[in-house]
């Protein structure tokens, strides 16, 4: 059984390429047999056992019959361990050939179903013109605080930081309350505008607005001239 | 306004092609591992115990058939029994996949544990009279809950109705194009389940895109009305 079993791992290792799974002790064969075809943990589940007995008595040569069709239930279990243990050997490439040779071969990727839509880019086209103009809007409202907030967050810098505090002239809660407020408002601008749109679309557009804000902040900091320190930090951007 | 695309691709999309990579992983590996020893193969023709009736089939029952026809005896064929009509002396029977992923969209992964019942083949079931079905074990029980869920499947299949949501991940991806290898998996199971039950009443599988009305790039025009019968006395 074991000798079968690793038959097949090597097998398949030498024509694929690949390192394979290894030599897998005879104990471990047997185990992984009988642990993937019981079906159950009643006796019946077990059912294969009957099959393999039942199909050698048909036969002349009872033993070779017997192993032959244990070897047909094991090449399962074979491919089924492969599939465990040698997963990155056992991936298939995008790219690899399915069907036929040379430049015009059929590849996995021509299988997948294409999702994309016509429409989507338009989509999207339209949604980024909409949301430079909301954000061209809102810009003109915001606070100094707010407009800090939005340097720190496309800094990555924390509120904290002291170039962020001292900017902003306020301690970090002030910062954050702002900056909760300020998307708190742009949400319900847009909720309010666009409510027949679907609620992802309208996340897109939030998402999009808040992007063109944090632009407009960020030369809206270098235009009005700034502290050396947060001058340093906005030149890195 | 509509939803715009995300720039990675729809999140079912990469699902669908991580699924149909595992899927030409296993038959990869099935196609290499192919060619086994069939020295002593046997056919039962003479069962010496008596095989169990179809009359005591539950709904949901697994059985596994016995070797007593050539294909039933190249490999071990499960079957699990979805609906029962007692009135009909009819029942739903569909087959196991040899593969533990799905294949296509009417394909169900059922249990992880267990590699003979792990995929059930939707798409390949069929109603078969209780005295159609080969000699057999009965071999396990699908939970009720796994009877519904595959019914669900086969009635959307039927009905083209989609796939319910949280469903989606259990099935597998769709079959589009032509040369796909999944045709020459779905001709291999369709092959050994009519040579095991020839009186049962199957469903054809259609591609997931495919077109009811307008041909193939590939194809030939169809002949006008070629699907009508001809009129009684009037055929030369």
Not at chain 1, 91 to 100: K, W
Not at chain 1, 116 to 128: F, H, K
Request: net charge positive; glycine share 8%; with cysteine.
């Amino acid at each position: 059984m074991a000798a079968h079993f690793n038959r097949y791992v090597r097998k398949y290792s030498y024509r694929t390429n690949s390192t394979g799974a290894g030599h897998v002790p005879a104990g471990e064969c047997v185990r992984r047999l009988e642990s993937s075809m019981a079906i159950g943990r009643r006796r019946d589940g077990k059912a294969y056992k009957q099959w393999i007995s039942t199909r050698a008595r048909a036969a002349t040569d009872d033993l070779s019959a017997y192993e032959s069709g244990a070897v047909l239930v094991l090449r399962d279990v074979v491919r089924d361990y492969l599939r465990q243990e040698s997963s990155p050997h056992f991936m298939v490439s995008l790219n690899e050939s399915v069907a036929g040779v040379g430049p015009h071969a059929l590849t996995v990727e021509d299988l997948v179903a294409d999702e994309s839509e016509p429409g989507g880019l338009t989509a999207e086209r339209e949604l980024r013109e909409l949301a430079s103009r909301l954000a061209g809007e809102l810009a003109a409202t915001l606070q100094k605080a707010e407009r800090v907030a939005l340097v720190a967050r496309r800094l990555e810098l924390p509120f904290h930081h002291h170039a962020i505090e001292r900017a902003a002239g306020c301690r970090r809660s002030s910062i954050s309350e702002s900056c909760r407020k300020m998307v708190g408002r742009v949400v319900a601008t847009i909720g309010r505008r666009y409510k027949s749109e679907d609620a992802d679309t309208r996340r897109r557009l939030v998402l999009l607005t808040l992007g063109g804000l944090s632009d407009a902040a960020v030369e809206n900091m270098r235009a009005g001239g700034s502290e050396p320190e947060m001058a340093a930090l906005l030149g890195a951007l | 306004m509509k939803t715009p695309p995300s720039p990675k691709g729809s999140g079912r999309g990469v699902r669908n092609r991580d699924k149909l990579r595992a899927w030409l992983a296993e038959w990869r590996a099935d196609q290499l591992l192919g060619e086994h020893e069939a020295a002593g193969a046997g056919v039962v023709l003479g069962l010496r115990s008596r095989p169990k009736t179809a009359k005591g089939l539950k709904e949901g029952a697994i059985v596994l058939l016995q070797p007593a026809c050539p294909v039933a005896a190249a490999r071990p064929r499960y079957l699990a029994v979805l609906n029962v009509d007692a009135e009909a002396d009819e029942m739903l029977v569909a087959p196991f996949s040899r593969f533990g992923c799905p294949a296509v969209r009417g394909e169900l992964l059922m249990r992880a544990d267990s590699l003979p019942v792990r995929v059930l083949c939707l798409w390949n079931a069929r109603r078969v009279c209780a005295s159609g079905l080969p000699p057999f074990w009965k071999t396990g029980r699908l939970t009720a809950k796994e009877v519904a869920d595959a019914i669900v499947i086969r009635n959307g299949m039927a009905s083209g109705a989609a796939v319910p949501k949280q469903l989606e991940h259990r099935v597998g991806p769709p079959l589009q194009h032509p040369l796909d290898p999944r045709h020459d998996y779905i001709a291999d199971e369709r092959h050994w389940l009519n040579a095991c039950l020839p009186q049962a009443d199957a469903m054809q599988l259609k591609r997931d895109d495919e077109p009811s009305s307008y041909l193939l790039a590939a194809e030939g025009k169809a002949q006008y009305r070629a699907d009508r019968k001809p009129r009684r006395g009037r055929t030369r």
